[in-house]
């Protein structure tokens, strides 16, 4: 089983740009179906969205739609989510996610990242 590792968190003022990475090690990446959740406090976890084995398929939630892209690359075992146009209420812990079935539900998950805060504030 993959260990996912993220980065890349960090405060952001509305409208700005972040990029999240996520790292995966002791497994074959390119068996799961990565997703990136976030989960802001007092709130339930929610996915974002997530990428299919070989990149053919993305899905993401209505609310970042347009504003944020998935991507991965098998070849550095990392997935990807770049954030632009962030507001406020995209503040909020993020974690990346493996599971080998699409679309990402959270009940499908198998493994979690340890999180990354993502504060956007002015």
């Known amino acids: 089983q993959v260990q996912l590792v993220e980065s890349g968190g960090g405060s952001v003022q509305p409208g700005g740009s972040l990029r999240l990475s996520c790292t995966a090690s002791?497994?074959?990446?390119?068996?799961?179906?990565m997703g990136w959740f976030r989960q802001a406090p007092g709130k339930e976890r929610e996915l974002v969205g997530g990428?299919?084995?070989?990149?053919?398929?993305?899905q993401y939630v209505d609310s970042v739609k347009g504003r944020f892209t998935i991507s991965r690359d098998n070849a550095k075992n990392t997935v990807y989510l770049q954030m632009n146009s962030l507001k406020p209420e995209d503040t909020a812990v993020y974690y990346c996610?493996?599971?080998?079935?699409?679309?990402?539900?959270?009940?499908?998950?198998?493994?979690w990242g340890q999180g990354t805060l993502v504060t956007v504030s002015s």
């Open positions: 996610s493996a599971t080998r079935r699409y679309p990402v539900r959270l009940e499908y998950v198998e493994v």
């Open positions: 002791g497994g074959t990446f390119s068996a799961y179906v």
């Open positions: 990428v299919s084995w070989r990149s053919s398929s993305t």
